[in-house]
C-alpha cells in the first residue's frame, strides 16, 4: 500500500494563479481531509468528505473547492491564488471521521 | 465547532527530563487523538483516548483523559532526542480538529 499520496511536493505560484492539489488513497478509506499548517496555528481543516459525492466544510474554506468523485481520489483546488494561502497542506484519509488519520507527506505552497 | 487547547505551547527539555503537556476543552470530548509530527514530517498518530479517567502507555509516553473528559495530556518520562517534534492533540467530534500543538525541543 501507497496509504496517502500528495502531489506536488513543492509548488510556487504567482497571485491570481490556479491550481490543483491532487491527493489520493489506496486504503479504501471513506473519510478525507485537507489541512493547512501554519508556523503557530496548527492544523486547520479546510475541507472534508466522508464518501464519495460528499463534501463538506472545516474552519478555513474560504479560497479553496473540492470535489469527491471517487473514493481514492480528493483534490483541493485553488481558484485564484493569494500570499495569504502560501503553507504547506496535508491530506489525510481514515474509515471516518473519528478514526486515527493517515496524512501525506504535504504540498509546500509559496505564492509570491 | 469545538475547540481545544494545548499548553505550553513550547518546551524545552533537557534529556532525561520528565515533562507534561495539557491539552484543554471547555466542552466535553467526543474523544480525544494524540499526534506527532517531526520537523519537516507530517503528523503520525500515536493514541486515541474514548473513555472518561482511561489511562494509556506507550513506553516513556503516558496518555490521559480527564474525568469531565474536557482536559487530556501526555506525560513523557526520561526524554530523548528522539522525542523532539511538535504533539498535537485533536478532538474527533465527526470531523479531527487539532489544538495548536506544543513543539518539544530537547537539549542533549
Known amino acids: 500500500n501507497a496509504g496517502v499520496t500528495q502531489t506536488p511536493k513543492f509548488q510556487v505560484l504567482k497571485t491570481g494563479q490556479s491550481m490543483t492539489l491532487q491527493c489520493a488513497q489506496d486504503?479504501?478509506?471513506?473519510?478525507m481531509s485537507w489541512y493547512r499548517q501554519d508556523p503557530g496555528m496548527g492544523l486547520r481543516l479546510i475541507h472534508y468528505?466522508?464518501?464519495?459525492?460528499?463534501?463538506d466544510q472545516g474552519e478555513v474554506p474560504n479560497g479553496y473547492n473540492v470535489s469527491r468523485s471517487t473514493t481514492e481520489d480528493f483534490p483541493l483546488r485553488l481558484l485564484s491564488a493569494a500570499p495569504s494561502q502560501t503553507s504547506v497542506y496535508f491530506c489525510?484519509?481514515?474509515?471516518?471521521?473519528?478514526?486515527?488519520?493517515?496524512f501525506g507527506d504535504g504540498t509546500r505552497l509559496s505564492i509570491l | 465547532g469545538q475547540q481545544v487547547m494545548q499548553i505550553p505551547q513550547y518546551q524545552h527539555v533537557q534529556e532525561g527530563e520528565d515533562f507534561t503537556t495539557y491539552c484543554n476543552s471547555s466542552?466535553?470530548?467526543?474523544?480525544i487523538q494524540w499526534y506527532k509530527q517531526r520537523p519537516g514530517g507530517h503528523p503520525v498518530f500515536l493514541i486515541q483516548?474514548?473513555?472518561?479517567?482511561e489511562v494509556k502507555k506507550q513506553k516513556r509516553l503516558t496518555f490521559q483523559f480527564g474525568e469531565a473528559k474536557k482536559n487530556s495530556s501526555l506525560h513523557i518520562t526520561a526524554t530523548q532526542t528522539t522525542d523532539v517534534g511538535t504533539y498535537f492533540c485533536?478532538?474527533?467530534?465527526?470531523?479531527?480538529?487539532f489544538g495548536a500543538g506544543t513543539q518539544v525541543v530537547v537539549t542533549p
Open positions: 466542552t466535553t470530548l467526543s474523544n
Open positions: 489525510a484519509s481514515s474509515y471516518t471521521g473519528t478514526q486515527p488519520q493517515h
Open positions: 468528505s466522508v464518501g464519495a459525492g460528499i463534501t
Open positions: 483516548l474514548v473513555k472518561s479517567g
Open positions: 485533536a478532538d474527533s467530534w465527526g470531523k479531527l480538529q
Open positions: 486504503m479504501n478509506h471513506e473519510y
